[in-house]
């Protein structure tokens, strides 16, 4: 399995100026990019689940020059699947669909995720249509494909298996690693794009 940490660092070399959603992998995503007025973080440092994708397909669609990377999680897809779907059918060239899949919820304690040992996420998102899908067990062969993955067109999909980060903390008594609020990171991004409000 793979530590998120150590794969987002491994991503940041080859990220460019693209828009990062990072989705849960944002706590450790905060303290590695370079260019935080590109990261729409969204949800108040813990993001919302069941809506990533589709934030992060509305970006694409709105920015089409420029590159949009998704840190998903397999429990946020499995609340929305048919986002893959509707990605498959508008085709975004430049929309790059990375699923942090660690078999579990780790945000609310380590529940299994059903039939999580199982599950090919590469597998469904290639029969959804999206023209291009990865899936990566380790960091060395990750390490190995992600240049020639950011540079193909998308979507594409790549699914990962992470080692989960259990917090069985009640999320009132969480430290949030999110210090900035949701208006001011769209303001940001909206800033840096050049977008009038």
């Known amino acids: 399995m793979i530590n998120t940490a150590d794969m987002l660092k491994i991503f940041q070399r080859y990220r460019g100026d693209a828009i990062v959603v990072p989705g849960h992998g944002g706590r450790h995503w905060i ?46 897809l499995l609340m929305g699947f048919g986002v893959l779907a509707t990605i498959a059918d508008r085709q ?11 078999e579990c919820y780790g945000l609310t304690g380590g529940q299994p995720v059903p039939n999580g040992k199982n599950m090919r996420y590469d597998v469904i998102a290639r029969g959804t249509g999206y023209p291009s899908t ?10 190995s494909n992600i240049e020639r993955i950011m540079a193909q067109p998308g979507p594409v999909f790549v699914a990962m298996k992470v080692i989960p980060e259990i917090n069985n903390l009640p999320i009132d008594k969480r430290i949030p690693w999110q210090t900035r609020r949701p208006i001011d990171v769209l303001k940001d991004l909206r800033k840096e794009l050049g977008v009038a409000r």
């Open 31 to 76: 303290n590695i990019s370079t260019k935080p007025n590109l990261d729409a973080i969204i949800g108040g440092g813990h993001p919302g689940m069941g809506g990533q994708a589709s934030f992060a397909l509305g970006l694409a669609l709105a920015q089409p020059n420029r590159k949009v990377v998704l840190f998903d999680s397999e429990g946020d």
């Open 92 to 102: 975004p060239k430049n929309f790059y669909h990375f699923l942090l899949d660690n």
């Open 134 to 143: 990865y899936n990566f067990v380790d960091i060395e062969d990750f390490s």
